[in-house]
């Protein structure tokens, strides 16, 4: 079976204007150099093997950069995996400030995306640290008022968990948290994150 361009990276590539030659090049490597189908996620080109998630491209103010699901267990062979934040635990990025950069590292970027797809096919999995954030004190306390609230939340992969503690904790008042707490309620039950649909 052919292979087939998604119809929204098409409308992605075809509005995006200040990195669209970026990413029309790492697209046209990743669907021509790859066995990875093409679909759409995040508002973004995501690249999947057996519907697993491989690796995405994106840009920001400053770089285009290609976004490793699994990059943590990949083999670094030219020491350009970059991890976007401390928080990251599973992927890493290779930034590019320029097409002319892309075109230079191709070499590296298709060694990257086999060593990305071997993984996946092995069934590789990043061993995720244990989310140790703490839970605030307005939680805790609809936790004890609604112990099913309590079982929907553990029950969200870590990442989603860190993701509300961390928003959660931030507020300065006690009120806001509570109020950011009852905002999220529903999508917690259903076993969403703070920014699934």
């Not at 320029?98 to 298709?110: F, M, T, V």
């Amino acid at each position: 079976m052919d292979k087939q361009k998604n119809e929204q990276v098409e409308q992605f590539l075809a509005k995006e204007s200040q990195c669209q030659d970026c990413y029309q090049f790492l697209r046209h490597l990743i669907f021509n150099e790859t066995e990875l189908e093409e679909n759409y996620k995040w508002v973004h080109p995501c690249y999947t093997i057996n519907n697993k998630n491989v690796v995405l491209i994106h840009g920001f103010k400053d770089y285009v950069a290609l976004l490793f699901q699994k990059g943590a267990i990949l083999e670094d062979k030219y020491e350009t995996l970059i991890q976007q934040t401390k928080r990251v635990q599973a992927a890493r990025q290779l930034r590019f400030n320029c097409l002319d950069e892309i075109k230079k590292r191709q070499d590296e970027i298709k060694y990257y995306l086999i060593e990305a797809i071997k993984a996946e096919k092995a069934g590789k999995k990043v061993v995720m640290k244990k989310n140790d954030d703490e839970v605030p004190e307005e939680l805790q306390r609809k936790f004890e008022k609604f112990p099913h609230l309590k079982d929907a939340f553990y029950q969200l992969t870590p990442g989603r968990q860190h993701q509300y503690l961390y928003y959660f904790s931030q507020a300065k008042r006690s009120q806001i948290g509570h109020n950011r707490i009852e905002k999220y309620i529903d999508s917690i039950l259903n076993g969403k994150g703070m920014n699934d649909k």
